[in-house]
Every structure is written in C-alpha cells, then in structure tokens.
C-alpha cells in the first residue's frame, strides 16, 4: 500500500459526458502528480501540483483540467470525453517538487481509476 | 522532448531463466528509475540510480546505469512466476526534475 488513495476505482461513462476523479495523497507530502496510462502511448504525465498550486504540465488536454485543495487532496476533471480518453488515470505523490537528492525525486502511485468511455 | 526506449517489449520465459531489459535514451538524465506495475495496481518503485556506471543490487534484480547516463538495464537472475510484471524505466529530467517514462516491458514468468 503506497498510502495513495484514488477514487473511483472503475467510471463507466458515455461520450460526451463529464467526470472527476479524485486523489488523496500519502500524509506528508505537497505534491501530486496526475499520469494517464494507455496502451499505445504507455505512462503519461497530464499535470502536477504543489502545496495548491500548478507546478508544471505536460500533456494534457484542454478538455481536462486538474485542482489541489488545501487539505491536499486533488481532483482531476474530464469534460466533453471522447472515445480515445478510455484510459488508466494514475495519481502519484511526493514530498517535495524534486531536487538534486534521489529521493527527492521519489513518487508514490495510487492504484489508479480505469476510465471507460462509450 | 526526452524520450525513452524500452526493450523488449513482451518477454515470455520459464521459471529459473534469466534475463535483461534494456532502457535507452539519446538525453541525459540526472537519474533513472526502475518501477514495477502490477495488474490491476499502481507502478511500485524498485530502485534510482544516480551515477554514470553506477550498479545496484536488489536480491535477484541487477540494476545498471550507463556511464553517459543515458541507458540503463535491469537484469533479472533465476527469475520466478512473481516476478511477472510490467517493467517500467523513468528518466529524472536535469532540468525540472520530472520524469519521462518508456513504455515498459510485459515481462511473464512461467511456472
């Protein structure tokens, strides 16, 4: 157990619609990184957060948008889903926002919401 | 964009085999790490390694990263039906510390 909590674990949707997963990360840590996991494209990172605020983006869509609450907990929305957006949406977390020390640069990964969309 | 190359992409051997799964990258990374994924669950870290040439030993699991620290391969000796799993490689960028993963290698052990 990673200490990484992801909700919910299956979201079966149509096309479309809108969802919003969410995140809590391990005690302790301020980051929270969101990753979306498929086949083809193998793990990508969507977005991270630090201690509330955007830190850094990577490929996400302008249809997905992501927040940090001040408890730490985060929250990944989905709007508009397409067929392709079917998909292992992944939560990890960590300390810090990494740095020179290998640990620093440790993530923990939730267990992850399988996304499907009809 | 840094990218990385992991190979193979499918292994399929028998118990008590050994083998080596290959990472490579044209970037340098200021370290590399190991993670394994299992069905149904989330990538789970193994081991980081930081120095060019640098060798880790984790039990059965051998970890090397190349001298120019672009490479690095994860060499499993005896291997066991749990050892079955999806092996992921991340490169730690220099620059903003985030990492790049390969696609991975679906590794199965048979009994």
């Known amino acids: 157990d990673s200490g990484v909590t992801q909700t919910p674990k299956h979201l079966i949707t149509a096309t479309g619609q809108r969802v919003t997963l969410r995140c809590s990360p391990r005690?302790?840590?301020?980051?929270v990184y969101w990753y979306q996991q498929s086949l083809d494209q193998g793990l990508q990172f969507l977005i991270q957060?630090?201690?509330?605020?955007?830190?850094a983006k990577g490929n996400i869509l302008e249809r997905f948008s992501a927040q940090q609450f001040p408890d730490l907990h985060s929250e990944l929305n989905l709007s508009s889903l397409e067929l392709g957006d079917s998909a292992l949406y992944f939560c990890?977390?960590?300390?810090?926002?990494?740095?020179?020390?290998?640990?620093?640069?440790?993530?923990?990964f939730g267990p992850g919401t399988r996304l499907t969309v009809l | 964009t840094q990218l990385l190359e992991q190979s193979p992409q499918f292994l399929s051997i028998q118990e008590g085999e050994n083998l080596t799964v290959y990472c490579n990258s044209s970037?340098?990374?200021?370290?590399l790490q190991w993670y394994r994924q299992e069905p149904g669950e989330g990538p789970v870290l193994l081991v980081t390694?930081?120095?060019?040439?640098e060798v880790k030993k984790l039990k059965r699991l051998t970890f090397q990263f190349g001298d120019a620290r672009k490479d690095s391969s994860l060499h499993i000796t005896a291997a066991q039906p749990g050892d079955t799993g999806l092996y992921l490689c991340?490169?730690?960028?220099?620059?903003?510390?985030?990492?790049?993963f390969g696609k991975g290698t679906l590794l199965t052990v048979n009994p």
């Open positions: 005690s302790g840590d301020l980051s």
């Open positions: 991340a490169g730690v960028s220099r620059s903003n510390y985030k990492l790049t």
């Open positions: 957060y630090y201690n509330g605020e955007e830190r």
């Open positions: 990890a977390s960590s300390v810090g926002v990494g740095g020179d020390v290998s640990s620093y640069n440790e993530q923990f």
């Open positions: 970037s340098v990374f200021s370290s």
């Open positions: 390694v930081v120095t060019g040439g």
